[in-house]
């Protein structure tokens, strides 16, 4: 009789199982076949790869090829059994591909967070179709995690990759949560990439070029906030970039701390690429006006000598 069979059992095999439910973590618990190793124990197999992982570089890992199928959250928590479940994710069909993300549904967040995990909540993300991404959506927009999420080390890339992946009406939610802070998330060593994602792949790049218009006094005085504007002055519309660019020239002060600045030079130099006329002639008096500051500046002298 299998050990695993649910019909009649004798004593010794009731007692045997009852045995291994209680191993925890005893050193010979993670020998066990999956099927009877106690969750939360890692599997030797881990434990061996952790040791070559230490010597080898990760392009090197090579996957073992275990199911994971039941054992996806537990899996994914651990620094190889989250490359064995993303292995599994790319070799599967679909349909199992949507079990293995349904036992995420209730480990979003945490997932979210998770120096291992997030990997494979990402996974998720880039290998369904986008309808099936809803309940890693629900979680942010009903709980209110989304600003969180996108100041989060691990978080921001979960939000990114939705923004990437999803049609800005499925996540407008989403969108809306980060617009409402979009000073302050734009300020942030991990909000301002996904503020840049925004202004890259989303419908709302118009609005918030006008938000940013708002708080360029803030934006130019922040390093990562000067990104974000720099990105806006890049990558969104023309009409967008020249509106941008009148309102930083408003500003000779705006003007001057992009210039010097090294994420926010970009910006000033688009300024002069978009703007025409006398309002580009305005731009560059405020320039040389300010030249000592700009020469005394690495990415200032860049920008100043820009005619």
């Known amino acids: 009789m299998r050990i695993e069979s649910a019909g009649c059992q004798t004593f010794p095999v009731k007692v045997l199982l009852g045995r291994l439910e209680a ?30 992982a230490k010597v080898k570089p990760k392009a090197d890992y090579t996957p073992v090829g275990i199911s994971v199928v039941g054992r996806v959250w537990e899996y994914s928590q651990d620094s190889v059994g989250c490359r064995e479940v993303q292995d599994a994710m790319d070799k ?10 349904t036992e995420l549904k209730d480990h979003v967040w945490d997932a979210a967070c998770c120096p291992h995990a997030n990997h494979v ?20 927009v009903h709980q209110r995690l989304v600003v969180q999420a996108a100041r989060h080390k691990y978080g921001c890339r979960i939000i990114q990759r939705l923004i990437e992946r999803c049609p800005s009406e499925q ?27 925004v202004l890259q792949h989303s419908s709302l790049q118009g609005e918030l070029c006008q938000a940013l218009e708002e708080h360029l006094a803030t934006l130019s005085a922040d390093q990562y906030g000067a990104a974000v504007v720099s990105c806006a002055m890049t990558s969104a519309a023309r009409p967008c970039r020249s509106a941008l660019a009148r309102s930083i020239l408003r500003d000779p002060a705006v003007l001057t701390r ?23 002639t305005e731009a560059l008096r405020i320039l040389h006006a300010n030249q000592g500051k700009l020469l005394r500046s690495r990415y200032g002298r860049i920008v100043a000598g820009i005619h």
Not at 92 to 101: G, I, K, P, Q
Not at 260 to 278: D, F, K, N, T, Y
Request: aromatic share 6%; net charge positive.
């Open 23 to 52: 191993a925890g973590a005893a050193p010979w618990s993670s020998f066990l076949p999956d099927h009877l190793r106690p969750k939360g124990v890692s599997a030797e197999i881990f434990k061996e790869k952790k040791l070559v």
């Open 92 to 101: 599967c069909d679909e349909a199992t591909l949507v079990r293995m993300a």
């Open 121 to 140: 909540l990402q996974k998720c993300i880039l290998a369904l179709r986008p309808g099936k991404l809803q309940f890693i959506i629900d979680v942010f």
């Open 171 to 197: 996540i407008e939610g989403l969108l809306r949560c980060l617009m409402k802070e979009a000073p302050l998330v734009s300020c942030h060593a991990y909000g301002n990439y996904v503020m840049q994602h």
């Open 258 to 280: 992009l210039a010097c600045s090294r994420h926010g030079h970009p910006a000033a130099r688009e300024v002069l690429e978009v703007l025409e006329g006398g309002d580009r």
